[in-house]
């Protein structure tokens, strides 16, 4: 089955400044790649994601970039804000496979220093 | 609030008892998954379920008994319990495919097993 590897567990940044968080997936059948903010006490909620038939994409500070030969995508955040404190969540399946469901890495619990 | 519920919230069941957790979506949407969160790892799917057919079992222990009489409703019996299976257990829904692969997770089950 698929694992996803994810990097770092935890990282700290200055406001204002950059954060990237890599991942890393087995199955290179997987097209599909989300990316999921779970705030303290909140449950997850999707921020961005992307297929396979792209490289990059982005929507406001966010942007996710894809490599499928190496088989890992990472998310950047730019212009780092207190709000963006929480843990992020990458995850791979495989569009219209046989299992729906997602595989999710360990997550990167993201703190921003004010 | 994205329309996925769960209830209870809280729970707390000796080894020996036998509970059920419940989650409820009204937003059209024929998947529903179960998912459990542990501190220090991924989020773990459990179930899939698409139009009411269990559709994957992770290797779920059978103490984990779940039911999906329609497409709104998705219950997790639970019944003798470790202290190990002490999680939050999150549900989630997601649209017809071609529509939208983005999960939408109801706020979670917090278990505690005594």
């Known amino acids: 089955g698929e694992n996803v590897e994810q990097h770092p567990s935890t990282l700290s940044v200055q406001e204002g400044d950059s954060a990237v968080i890599k991942c890393t997936y087995s199955?290179?059948?997987?097209?599909?790649f989300p990316w999921y903010k779970q705030e303290l006490g909140k449950r997850p909620q999707l921020i961005i994601d992307?297929?396979?038939?792209?490289g990059e994409k982005k929507d406001q500070r966010i942007a996710v970039t894809l490599n499928k030969t190496a088989k890992h995508f990472s998310l950047h955040i730019t212009e780092t804000q207190p709000e963006d404190s929480a843990v992020y969540f990458c995850a791979a399946k495989v569009e219209g496979g046989g299992a729906d469901g997602l595989t999710f890495g360990k997550g990167t619990h993201l703190i921003i220093q004010p | 609030e994205t329309g996925v519920t769960q209830t209870p919230r809280h729970l707390v069941m000796g080894m020996t008892n036998k509970k059920s957790l419940k989650c409820e979506q009204h937003l059209g949407h024929n998947a529903m998954y179960w998912y459990k969160q542990s501190a220090k790892k991924p989020l773990e799917l459990m179930f899939v379920y698409n139009f009411k057919e269990q559709t994957e079992n992770n290797s779920v222990p059978s103490r984990f008994s779940p039911e999906c009489p329609n497409s709104s409703h998705l219950f997790l019996h639970l019944h003798t319990l470790q202290p190990e299976d002490s999680a939050l257990y999150l549900c989630?829904?997601?649209?017809?495919?071609?529509?939208?692969?983005?999960?939408?997770f109801g706020p979670g089950t917090r278990l505690t097993v005594t």
């Open positions: 199955d290179s059948a997987s097209n599909y």
């Open positions: 992307i297929r396979s038939n792209v």
């Open positions: 989630a829904s997601s649209p017809p495919r071609g529509q939208s692969y983005e999960q939408y």
